[in-house]
T-cell receptor
Framework: NAGVTQTPKFQVLKTGQSMTLQCAQD?????MSWYRQDPGMGLRLIHY???????DQGEVPNGYNVSRSTTEDFPLRLLSAAPSQTSVYFC?????????????FGSGTQLSVL | GENVEQHPSTLSVQEGDSAVIKCTYS??????FPWYKQELGKGPQLIID?????GEKKDQRIAVTLNKTAKHFSLHITETQPEDSAVYFC???????FGAGTTVTVRA
């Protein structure tokens, strides 16, 4: 099993550029979510989805969009990158207990915005 | 929102000794408390979790204790080994919030 797959692993953007971080899971999990990890701040929830066609905002949603057209995929879009979005991004999936329980994380995307 | 504080931020222990990480939370409605281990270059991995109706849970060398009255919970690692070296995150869920992490180094 591949689990949760994130691409790319590294990305450098210029301010104002747009891009999509990809996330796919092959475990048929209902719930998927995106987190950002900044030094000294733990993980913060950006957006989440409780099923195909359903998304909602987390703690830090500004500057990011998501969609969930299939159970497997949950891409994160940066419409106009800003230096404040420099971070490590993790996608996670979960089942059963809800969007916050027993998370399976991908290996992360390290994003730098210049 | 929920505020989770985690201490210490770094912890160095001799192989074979115990390690303890403590977290406090603010939201009395929190009912689920997971711990994640993150190795260098990887995503966090769930190692143990506990619900608010349980005071203690153990899985081999790892245990978690919860004090709802005081709103704090702790991770205990016994007989530490070099492979326990990692960053550990606690979290509290009513609306899931993570602590800032503890970097654990096990000295051989």
């Amino acid at each position: 099993n591949a689990g949760v797959t994130q691409t790319p692993k590294f990305q450098v953007l210029k301010t104002g550029q747009s891009m999509t971080l990809q996330c796919a899971q092959d475990m048929n999990h209902e719930y998927m979510s995106w987190y950002r990890q900044d030094p000294g701040m733990g993980l913060r929830l950006i957006h989440y989805s409780v099923g195909a066609g359903i998304t909602d905002q987390g703690e830090v949603p500004n500057g990011y969009n998501v969609s969930r057209s299939t159970t497997e995929d949950f891409p994160l879009r940066l419409l106009s990158a800003a230096p404040s979005q420099t971070s490590v991004y993790f996608c996670a999936s979960s089942y059963g207990g809800g969007v916050a329980e027993k998370l399976f994380f991908g290996s992360g995307t390290q994003l730098s915005v210049l | 929102g929920e505020n989770v504080e985690q201490h210490p931020s770094t912890l160095s222990v001799q192989e074979g000794d115990s390690a303890v990480i403590k977290c406090t939370y603010s939201d009395s409605a929190s009912n689920y408390f997971p711990w994640y281990k993150q190795e260098l270059g990887k995503g966090p991995q769930l190692i143990i979790d506990i619900r608010s109706n349980v005071g203690e849970k153990k899985d081999q060398r790892i245990a978690v204790t919860l004090n709802k009255t005081a709103k704090h919970f702790s991770l205990h690692i016994t007989e530490t080994q070099p492979e326990d070296s990692a960053v550990y995150f606690c979290a509290a869920h009513h609306k899931l919030s993570f602590g800032a992490g503890t970097t654990v180094t096990v000295r051989a």
